[in-house]
């Protein structure tokens, strides 16, 4: 049972699976630490900060691709709109100042936003002043409580992530339901909440600066609002730590021990090899089209529990090396295995 700190205990429930998957991520975790330290780490590091970018400013509207992330990233001429290369170097700047942030400091979370969101905002590193609510196609979702509220929920919320019992995997989740909840923020509430579940996260096991949760809701924003929805819906945030840690175990156990996927375009040299070694996605996507070949992008990425983006990759890879083939158009074709 949680602790309760000046009055304030966040609502939630822990489900059995919740339970069993903290267990779980506990015990796959130092296998991906091991594999944060083979030959190619620098590179893959590098890749899951370009994807961990790319994927939180895309779950906002953000339309550059990974390719122009990575571009910014080295200092490249991008040409797109003003706010976009904006909201990529923010991140960036971010990022680069990640592990020297407080996860239980609200002035460093203040100071994070003022960094994030620098010339997109008025109240960039400030919270909101007025009221504020979240709209779907159909209407009002949910109303964030008052401005004048905001500064006591987010001092109470961080002094129970610091001081509670309970297990920082589950802390991590129930404080990204509650800041979500609370939108503490004019703009930028949804970045910033995915941003400091991985800050959190990195202080109980510092490979998390390596497998953010930013990746792992791109992959599945859909599930992902559903799970707030949810939450929010029956007044507890149970239903959220379940989505969540559901996600970190997945991701933990996809990349616990794959090797680093070839860029695209340095496989041309592969391509007459019969002896080259595929990495588990490849040769899951292979497993996946050999019972259907039919299958979307989207499909299998939700099979395999990865992004659409690493599964177009794999297969431009697959068929750089003659290993499969497209037939027929997008939406009454196959895929042809070669092998």
Same mark, same amino acid.
């Given at each position: ?20 998957? &903290? ?11 091991? *594999? ?11 890749? $899951?900060?370009? @994807? ?8 906002? %509207? #953000?339309?550059?691709?990974? !390719? ?7 200092? @490249? ?12 170097? $923010? ?17 460093? =979370? ?20 007025? %009221? ?30 610091? #001081? ?7 802390? !991590?989740? +129930?404080?990204?339901?509650?800041? /979500?909840?609370?939108?503490?923020? +004019? ?11 991985? =800050?959190?996260? !990195?202080?109980?096991?510092? !490979? ?5 949760? /930013?990746?792992? &809701?791109?992959? #599945? ?16 945030? %149970? ?25 695209? $375009?340095?496989?041309? $040299? ?5 002896? &080259? ?14 019972? @259907?070949?039919?299958?979307?992008? /989207? ?8 992004? *659409? ?26 895929? @042809?295995?070669?092998?």
């Amino acid at each position: 049972m949680t602790k309760t700190y000046n009055g304030y205990k966040p609502p939630f429930t822990l489900s059995a699976k919740a339970v069993g998957l &903290v267990a779980d991520i506990a015990a796959q975790m130092e296998r991906f630490a091991i *594999r944060m330290e083979q030959s190619d780490a620098l590179r893959l590091r590098k890749a $899951n900060r370009i @994807k961990t970018i790319h994927s939180s400013l895309a779950i906002e %509207g #953000n339309h550059l691709r990974e !390719s122009e992330v990575a571009d910014i990233l080295d200092g @490249k001429t991008v040409v797109a709109p003003i706010r976009e290369i904006q909201e990529v170097k $923010n991140a960036i700047r971010v990022y680069e100042e990640f592990e020297k942030l407080d996860p239980f400091s609200v002035d460093d =979370l203040l100071r994070a936003h003022g960094l994030m969101m620098a010339a997109l905002t008025d109240d960039a590193g400030h919270f909101r002043r007025g %009221g504020v609510g979240v709209y779907s196609e159909s209407g009002l979702v949910h109303m964030a409580p008052p401005a004048e509220r905001v500064r006591l929920l987010m001092t109470d919320l961080f002094d129970w992530l610091k #001081n509670a019992d309970d297990h920082l995997l589950v802390r !991590s989740c +129930v404080f990204h339901y509650e800041f /979500e909840f609370i939108h503490p923020f +004019v703009d930028g509430n949804g970045r910033m909440g995915r941003l400091w579940q991985s =800050l959190i996260l !990195s202080r109980w096991h510092p !490979s998390f600066v390596h497998l953010p949760v /930013e990746n792992m &809701v791109y992959a #599945n924003q859909q599930a992902y609002y559903d799970a707030i929805a949810q939450s929010t819906k029956q007044g507890e945030c %149970g239903p959220f730590i379940d989505f969540m840690l559901e996600e970190i175990y997945k991701s933990v156990l996809q990349h616990k021990g794959e090797p680093l996927d070839a860029p695209v $375009n340095d496989t041309a $040299n592969d391509t007459a090899s019969d002896t &080259v070694k595929m990495t588990s996605t490849q040769e899951g996507i292979i497993d996946l089209l050999k019972k @259907k070949s039919f299958l979307t992008y /989207e499909e299998m990425a939700l099979q395999l529990g990865v992004g *659409r983006a690493t599964i177009a990759r794999n297969i431009a890879i697959l068929k750089d090396r003659g290993i499969l083939t497209r037939v027929g158009e997008d939406k009454n074709g196959y895929w @042809k295995l070669n092998i």
